[in-house]
Antibody, heavy 119, light 113 residues
Framework: EVQLVESGGGLVQPGGSLRLSCVAS????????MGWVRQAPGKGLEWVAN????????YYVDSVKGRFTISRGNAMNSLYLQMNTLRAEDTAVYYC????????????WGQGTLVTVSS | DIVMTQSPDSLAVSLGERATINCKSS????????????LGWYQQKPGQPPKLLIY???IRHSGVPDRFSGSGSGTEFTLTISSLQAEDVAAYYC?????????FGGGTKVEIK
């Protein structure tokens, strides 16, 4: 059974940093693209970033470029999102998700971790 | 960026009746390599992460009931629930998967009338 478990969310002040982690199980992690998608409270879905199998290609939504970094540790079946210079508008539930092979959609999602940026 | 616009924002349908959700893209979402439209649909129930229903416009993801179907081409797409069940109460989102930034529609909430 595919499982994705996020951690690392919490309350942080504007301008602060946070590192999200996602541990994957139930599939061969190193053979899949992975991504992060966020959802602000009561709002819709927003794609944040994707990373290729071995980490050589990374893509970001413009609003996080230069502030967020996606990475992965295939030996640990783990996905990460380093978030710096956080803003109030980054407040959201962040989902770790597996990218469907052959298409940039997300076929399995974690339960999400809440990031709140507030003073 | 490709902007995805869904309509309606919400709809109420009687049990057993058809529900239709529309999604329009600001430009065509035709994938050059496959000649298929890269449009997918998700279902999200309250307090849960989204679940993939449909990809490449009309392919049902594993385990998705056949009352869910996707159609369309070019810039206009539709998700149809042929006979609404109580467990289908949820928000539904379309997503284009042709190019980054990957973009979602604003969502449509489906309720029981």
């Amino acid at each position: 059974e595919v499982q994705l478990v996020e951690s690392g969310g919490g309350l942080v002040q504007p301008g602060g940093s946070l590192r999200l982690s996602c541990v994957a199980s139930g599939f061969t992690f190193s053979t899949y693209w992975m991504g992060w998608v966020r959802q602000a409270p009561g709002k819709g879905l927003e794609w944040v970033a994707n990373i290729k199998h071995e980490g050589g290609e990374k893509y970001y939504v413009d609003s996080v470029k230069g502030r967020f970094t996606i990475s992965r540790g295939n030996a640990m079946n783990s996905l990460y999102l380093q978030m710096n210079t956080l803003r109030a508008e980054d407040t959201a539930v962040y989902y770790c998700a597996r990218v469907l092979a052959g298409a940039s959609l997300f076929d399995f999602w974690g339960q999400g971790t809440l990031v709140t940026v507030s003073s | 960026d490709i902007v995805m616009t869904q309509s309606p924002d919400s709809l109420a349908v009687s049990l057993g009746e058809r529900a239709t959700i529309n999604c329009k893209s600001s430009q065509t979402v035709l994938h050059s390599s496959t000649n298929k439209d890269c449009l997918g649909w998700y279902q999200q129930k309250p307090g849960q992460p989204p679940k993939l229903l449909i990809y490449w416009t009309s392919i049902r993801h594993s385990g998705v009931p056949d009352r869910f179907s996707g159609s369309g081409s070019g810039t206009e797409f539709t998700l149809t629930i042929s006979s609404l069940q109580a467990e289908d109460v949820a928000a539904y989102y379309c997503q284009q998967h042709c190019s980054t930034p990957l973009t979602f529609g604003g969502g449509t909430k489906v309720e029981i009338k």
